[in-house]
């Protein structure tokens, strides 16, 4: 069965620090690649997202995710967090034979302290 | 913007109780999900549907089924509701078919606590 890995259940970060999410996926066939964010008390919404093409991909809110097809990891990235990015960043994956399903990962829960 | 809503924020209901929760979407999405969120375990998708009257079966479906009559409504049936359907349960909706390039759009949830 498929699967999506992320690595860290829980990433405590000082603010203006780095912060890197891992995710890695089962497996090497066509996928589209997705980030979700959900602030607290709220919603999924989308962060980001590979469908084809340059395999960095940014957000509008600074964060950046790079698409490694041999190494089959979608990790996220941002040079400098602010306490607004608290949250819990999900990776997901469709694989192209599955249709439109998404496989979640387990969610990484990010504390950006002052 | 895409708006998608759940019935209810907080639910709580007893063991054996038949429980509906409902989604709306009010985009016209052709596509749109229940899954359920649990911690550590991230979102487990339990059905979905690509057209009225049409459903397929997720991850997670024992336990559990769904309707869908109208295209702007998504409804999750727990037949008869037990302590381990204690969950975040999330509605979400998505644009058309395809091979899954469509964002999906998420409803706030509804936290559903089985006594």
């Known amino acids: 069965a498929q699967s999506v890995t992320q690595l860290d259940s829980q990433v405590p970060v000082f603010e203006e620090a780095p912060v890197e999410l891992r995710c890695n996926y089962s497996s090497s066939v066509s996928v589209y690649l997705f980030w979700y964010v959900q602030y607290p008390n709220q919603g999924l919404q989308l962060l980001l997202k590979?469908?084809?093409?340059?395999?960095l991909v940014e957000s509008i809110n600074g964060f950046e995710a790079e698409f490694n097809k041999s190494q089959t990891s979608f990790h996220l990235r941002k040079p400098s967090v602010h306490i607004s990015d608290t949250a819990e960043y999900f990776c997901?994956?469709?694989?192209?034979?599955?249709?439109?399903?998404?496989?979640f990962g387990g969610g990484t829960r990010v504390l950006v302290k002052p | 913007d895409v708006k998608v809503t759940q019935s209810s924020r907080y639910l709580v209901k007893r063991t054996g109780e038949k429980v509906f929760l409902e989604c709306v979407q009010d985009m016209d999405h052709e596509n749109m999900f229940w899954y359920r969120q649990d911690p550590g375990l991230g979102l487990r998708l339990i059905y979905f549907s690509y057209d009225v009257k049409m459903k397929e079966k997720g991850d997670i479906p024992e336990g559990y089924s769904v309707s869908r009559e109208k295209k702007e409504r998504f409804s999750l049936i727990l037949e008869s509701a037990s302590t381990n359907q204690t969950s975040m349960y999330l509605c979400?909706?998505?644009?058309?078919?395809?091979?899954?390039?469509?964002?999906?759009?998420f409803g706030p949830g509804t936290r559903l606590t089985v006594t």
């Open positions: 997901a994956v469709s694989f192209k034979a599955a249709g439109n399903k998404l496989t």
């Open positions: 979400a909706s998505s644009l058309s078919g395809g091979a899954g390039v469509d964002e999906q759009y």
């Open positions: 590979y469908l084809s093409g340059s395999t």
